[in-house]
């Protein structure tokens, strides 16, 4: 019985997913929701399962978010930030503790994590598109991971287009690059390690 709600859950995040893609392709990076090869490509990149906190930015229907509570210790923190209402609402079907969610910009992660007395993140995921976002909204983003993450925090990126190598590699030096094939349309997922010679 479980094993079919699953399966219906997954068809009507699609659903949700697509008709949201068709009204707002600008904040949606993607026509379809993640595919089980990119989440485990993230999970890896992003070392979950040695992680105490994540956030999670553009969760979109939670394909990631449920492959990220799945790697996450019992004793770890998750903060999903999306500013699209039906897709927190997807994600907060979700029964994990260990889960809050933020209906919000993702410029809200300091103080969200504040408001729910949760650590600063040791890995930062994010699925929010940042070829369709205006510079200046990048770059501030970009500058809040980078002063959120702690030396040897890692900031996992995936994307259909490069652009935020090109944000990001002069912040936080050469990411480590994986392209998987196995999604639709396929996805690169950079990963980039803070380390103290950087901001």
Not at 1 to 19: D, E, G, H
Not at 62 to 91: E, K, Q, V, W
């Amino acid at each position: 019985m479980r094993w079919n709600q699953n399966i219906l859950a997954r068809v009507q995040a699609r659903a949700v997913f697509f008709r949201e893609f068709l009204r707002r392709p600008n904040q949606i990076g993607s026509v379809v929701p993640s595919s089980r090869f990119l989440e485990r490509r993230v999970i890896r990149a992003g070392n979950i399962a040695a992680s105490r906190s994540v956030v999670e930015l553009g969760p979109g229907t939670g394909g990631i978010t449920r492959a990220i509570l799945d790697a996450l210790p019992p004793d770890a923190s998750l903060l999903s930030l999306d500013i699209n209402p039906l897709f927190c609402a997807c994600i907060r079907q979700i029964q994990d503790p260990r889960l809050t969610v933020h209906c919000g910009s993702a410029l809200e992660m300091e103080t969200s994590l504040a408001r729910h007395r949760l650590a600063p993140p040791d890995t930062v995921i994010s699925g929010i598109p940042f070829s369709t976002i205006d510079p200046e909204t990048s770059a501030q983003l970009l500058d809040l991971i980078i002063r959120m993450l702690p030396t040897g925090g890692r900031f996992v990126a995936y994307q259909i287009r490069d652009r935020v190598d090109g944000l990001t590699s002069p912040l936080l030096g050469e990411a480590e690059v994986g392209l998987e094939l196995l999604s639709f349309p396929p996805q690169r997922v950079y990963l980039w390690k803070k380390n103290n010679s950087r901001p």
